[in-house]
């Protein structure tokens, strides 16, 4: 019972962040993440751009490399805001379930590799959904679904 009254409390103070109404917009976020995000992002002006938001969150790989060549099997670096990777990648996960946009691109960065395909798909796809995130963020606006193209049958 406390439990529950003390979700509702958070859920009463979280309501009233205008960034809160942002990030709910987006189908396949809810509460707990939108609530997880703001509360890992902060102040989101503090970024330049999406790129370090991601770079935050730890959601880029180690680089290797010696002379010009450059290996293509690398892991996700261990640096970074390990709760905030945690709502983006399951957030992500969450939405390319809703959204044609992210299900697509999963699923094209899931056949580029033969090794670990889900685990760089979802992140690939966790990086597209910061670049969103930022953008909401900044502008203070709603998700609006990307309009597609009708075919006349």
């Not at 406390?2 to 509702?8: G, L, V």
């Not at 707990?32 to 999406?50: L, N, T, W």
């Not at 099997?73 to 945690?86: A, C, D, K, M």
């Not at 502008?139 to 193209?149: A, D, F, G």
Request: hydrophobic letters at 35%; aromatic letters at 10%; charged letters at 30%.
């Amino acid at each position: 019972k406390m439990i529950k009254e003390i979700d509702k409390a958070i859920e009463d103070m979280v309501e009233t962040i205008p960034e809160y109404q942002c990030l709910t917009s987006i189908p396949g976020v809810g509460k707990v993440y939108a609530a997880g995000i703001i509360a890992e992002i902060g102040q989101i002006e503090r970024f330049k751009d999406h790129p370090q938001v991601a770079k935050f969150a730890g959601l880029n790989w180690r680089e290797k490399q010696s002379g010009n060549s450059n290996s293509q099997h690398t892991s996700l670096v261990n640096r970074g805001n390990r709760y905030l990777r945690y709502y983006l990648v399951e957030a992500a996960n969450s939405v390319r379930r809703y959204d044609d946009e992210y299900k697509d691109f999963y699923k094209k960065k899931y056949h580029e590799v033969p090794k670990h395909q889900h685990k760089r798909a979802i992140v690939l796809t966790a990086r597209k959904f910061v670049r969103l995130v930022v953008v909401l963020l900044r502008n203070h606006q709603l998700y609006t679904p990307p309009r597609r193209l009708m075919e006349d049958n």
